[in-house]
């Protein structure tokens, strides 16, 4: 994700938090607003959120869980404030340092496929 597209997504907020007075505000919300965005980097955001929201969940901490999956909490720090743009094996390390797989959902069925 460039950094223009971070700070798109930085104006977006910043806007709705300080003149519509919103300071909790769903994603789901949020990314109505952004129109400078690809569907893929929309994709990665929510993503990269889940993540960061399931570590949180899971009452581990950022070092917590850089030691587990061998990188360092600085590089999961960026990648949870969006100023490093996760290659696929790193959110398949950080996803399995969470007990979580990837796996692929239909969009028509949305089931997960099975090989």
């Given at each position: 994700?460039?950094?223009?597209?971070?700070?798109?997504?930085?104006?977006?907020?910043?806007?709705?938090?300080?003149?519509e007075g919103m300071i909790f505000m769903k994603w789901?919300?949020?990314?109505?607003?952004?129109?400078?965005?690809?569907?893929?980097?929309?994709?990665?955001?929510?993503?990269?959120?889940?993540?960061t929201n399931l570590r949180k969940n899971k009452n581990?901490?950022?070092?917590?869980?850089a030691a587990k999956v061998n990188v360092t909490q600085?590089?999961?720090?960026?990648?949870?404030?969006?100023?490093?743009?996760?290659?696929?094996?790193?959110?398949?390390?950080?996803?399995?340092?969470?007990?979580?797989?990837?796996?692929?959902?239909?969009?028509?069925?949305?089931?997960?496929?099975?090989?």
């Open positions: 994700m460039s950094d223009k597209t971070i700070d798109n997504i930085s104006r977006v907020i910043y806007y709705r938090i300080i003149k789901a919300d949020i990314k109505q607003d952004i129109n400078s965005i690809s569907q893929e980097e929309k994709d990665l955001i929510e993503l990269t959120a889940l993540l581990i901490t950022q070092a917590e869980l600085a590089q999961i720090a960026r990648v949870e404030n969006y100023s490093y743009i996760p290659t696929l094996k790193t959110i398949t390390k950080i996803a399995r340092g969470l007990d979580l797989k990837l796996a692929f959902v239909d969009k028509s069925t949305n089931e997960v496929v099975k090989s």
